[in-house]
């Protein structure tokens, strides 16, 4: 076995190879861009490297840099990950020529798989089942479109050389023929400087169904079963799952040893997975092999209770496998979703920020997180937007998807969009649950799993309101007690007023539209909100990391209300809503940021004061509260930086124009 290990990738994939590095006993060099500087795996990992700056050109995938490192660094073994250089076949032999193991299929393996083409006439020769089609030479135009013609239509039209969809045509008639073929070449060619193209029978609900092989070094090739990973959108994978939901054993047999077969036909070692296409007849056929390790590879870990990176590297250092077909068996049901930072509400537009908040479930026996990130880190433009891979194994497939439900409910992330509502719609769809699966399924269920603008609820906008109420009391009360007068009646954030029932006007902007909540404080510590359905008689607390218990009307409800400066996000079972408050001092020209004066913009009276001079604050954070036009308005850090003075304290009137916190911006 080696001694040390380059993991030459980052994120969620590098972090979990170090752990199985790790418990193996091998030490660990991590490879890292400037971007990454402070990144989980650069952490976790006995030696870390910087390669270059953030661009993946300039330090993933500088081949050259990686090799320098795994000499300085004394590495025997390198492991690409997936992507990056995971399929390079010139990488693979630059680190045998510097006498350092890819941790990886052979070269030639690489190459052989690299063109769909040149695959399938290899596999196909080798018995392995292809959709009914052309994959010759003669890439004339007549020739193609007799092809086409023999095949009959709906055919496909796809690059060669192509991946993930493009260069792709779907042809329904012979008018229809040349016109695709040209617009698939010229797609082909830009993608990938190559236009040469295959016919084939166009699969109209094809499911996407995959083979897991593992072969070592000694002529042993296995099948790990399969994962359906139907459920994508754009060619990404979303959901994957093992084993495929109504597979039966003769299939699952078959498709087995057809991925056995392909994997020996090109003399593959180490992980690969052979991916097919399922047919609503039953009838599947090979349509590509991946030369690496999968992002859903956790899923055939459950139910084979392998760690398949352990055999990887156990492989790459000529170890046998010591078990046979015979001892493999499935074990339950797996389901894997890909946590992304992307706006589903915006196309699934990639979202780059900081994660301000970033709550995942426990792991154990049922549930497993392979992350690259923690709170505080910033997800960019560089790298793929994943935040986390999450696991759910359980003993059947219905339970897993309770499981995952559950798991789903109980992720928050903010600071970033992300899809973990997409995913809960999905998980919570009856056609997922009755395992209605096909490459179209999100297409099919469009409209219930892609958002709408959704109305926030009178519970979600009590919640929201709460949420404010309960921290600005939490707040006062923590004033309180710096002051050295913790019983001065202006610490009490109970809307208190002279000569008048203690009430709060708050508008909030939701779903595009303005809405209005009243809050009348009681003798009693509790509120009474008019909400735009109707009243209801509420109390809550909060705590620091803005999770809410509260009661309404009687019933408890528990909540997670976290706030950036106008902004709010209500996090709750049912998903994350978020909507913003509008504040006419925040929104007024009274805050001005600018030159960090924060003035009253009309008289009042300092209700409560928040923060001490000196103290360093996050934009959105409340400062100060003054009573004015009858309605208390909370001032917020504008932006980060520091109070430089508090020259009023609780009860004190204030003229129009005074400055009210000496503030100065970072
Ligand atoms: C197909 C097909 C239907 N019929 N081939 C998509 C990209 C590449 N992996 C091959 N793909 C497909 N090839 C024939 N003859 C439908 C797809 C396809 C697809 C396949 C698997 C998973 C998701 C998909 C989404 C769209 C189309």
């Avoid at 050389?161 to 617009?183: I, W």
Wanted: proline share 5%; glycine share 10%; charged share 25%.
């Amino acid at each position: 076995m080696f001694s040390k290990l380059l993991i030459a990738n980052r994120g969620e994939i590098a972090c979990r190879i170090m752990r199985t590095a790790r418990r193996l006993g091998l030490r660990t060099v991590a490879v890292y861009s400037e971007a990454d500087a402070h990144a989980l795996h650069v952490q976790a990992a006995d030696e870390a490297y910087l390669i270059g700056p953030a661009p993946a050109a300039e330090s993933y995938l500088r081949a050259q840099a990686i090799l320098e490192v795994a000499r300085r660094a004394g590495a025997d073994a390198v492991h690409p990950g997936y992507g990056f250089l995971s399929e390079n076949a010139d990488f693979a032999d630059a680190c045998a020529a510097a006498g350092i193991a890819f941790v990886g299929p052979p070269p030639a393996a690489i190459r052989a798989m690299g063109g769909k083409s040149a695959a399938k006439a290899l596999l196909g020769a080798a018995g392995v089942p292809l959709v009914p089609g052309y994959h010759g030479d003669d890439q004339s135009d007549t020739r193609l479109a007799a092809e086409a013609a023999e095949i009959g239509f709906p055919v496909l039209i796809k690059a060669s050389a192509g991946g993930g969809g493009k260069g792709m045509r779907v042809v329904e008639t012979a008018g229809g023929f040349a016109d695709a073929l040209a617009g698939a070449r010229r797609e082909a060619m830009a993608a990938f400087g190559d236009d040469v193209v295959l016919v084939e029978k166009y699969l109209t609900r094809p499911r996407h169904v995959e083979i897991q092989v593992l072969a070592d070094a000694h002529g042993t090739v296995l099948h790990l079963f399969e994962r359906d990973c139907s459920i994508q959108r754009r060619h990404q994978k979303v959901l994957e799952e093992a084993p495929a939901p109504g597979l039966d054993h003769a299939t699952r047999r078959a498709m087995g040893e057809a991925a056995v077969a392909a994997a020996m036909a090109v003399g593959y070692v180490n992980a690969g997975t052979c991916e097919f296409l399922l047919d609503e007849d039953g009838r599947f056929y090979f349509m590509e092999m991946n030369t690496r390790l999968q992002v859903e590879h956790a899923v055939t870990e459950y139910i084979t209770g392998l760690d398949l990176v352990e055999w990887q590297l156990r492989i790459a250092a000529g170890e046998p496998l010591s078990f046979g077909q015979d001892r493999l068996a499935v074990d339950g049901h797996a389901i894997e979703v890909r946590i992304y930072a992307e706006d589903p509400a915006r196309n699934f537009l990639p979202s780059t920020g900081t994660l301000r908040h970033l709550s995942l479930p426990a792991e154990g026996l049922h549930l497993r997180l392979d992350t690259g990130v923690a709170r505080g880190d910033a997800i960019t433009i560089h790298y793929d937007p994943m935040i986390a891979k999450l696991i759910v194994w359980d003993r059947d497939r219905a339970a897993a998807v309770t499981r995952l439900r559950r798991a789903l409910e109980e992720t928050h992330i903010l600071g970033v969009a992300s899809n973990l509502d997409f995913l809960s719609a999905i998980a919570r769809h009856p056609a997922f649950a009755a395992a209605d699966l096909d490459t179209r399924f999100i297409d099919r269920n469009a409209d219930a799993l892609l958002p709408h603008a959704r109305p926030a609820t009178d519970e979600i906008l009590a919640l929201a309101t709460l949420g404010i109420l309960a921290d600005r009391r939490r707040r006062s009360a923590e004033a309180a007690e710096r002051s050295g007068d913790p019983y001065s009646p202006w610490h009490l954030a109970s809307g208190w007023r002279l000569n008048d029932e203690a009430q709060e006007h708050l508008t909030f902007r939701d779903a595009g539209e303005e809405v209005h909540v009243v809050v009348h404080y009681r003798r009693d510590g509790s509120f009474r909100l008019n909400l735009p359905g109707g009243a209801l008689t509420a109390t809550a607390e909060i705590g620091e990391d803005g999770r809410l218990d509260a009661e309404l009307d009687g019933v408890r409800r528990r909540a997670t209300v976290v706030r950036h400066g106008l902004d709010l996000a209500v996090l709750t079972h049912g998903g994350t809503h978020r909507l913003s408050l509008i504040d006419p001092i925040a929104e007024a020209e009274a805050v001005e940021a600018a030159g960090g004066r924060l003035t009253a913009p009309m008289p009042g009276k300092i209700v409560s004061v928040l923060v001490d001079a000196g103290q360093v604050v996050e934009k959105g954070t409340p400062m100060i509260v003054l009573e004015a036009m009858k309605m208390e308005h909370t001032v917020v850090a504008p932006t980060d930086g520091t109070v430089t003075a508090v020259p009023f304290a609780a009860g004190e009137q204030v003229e129009e124009g005074v400055e009210l916190i000496g503030f100065q911006p970072v």
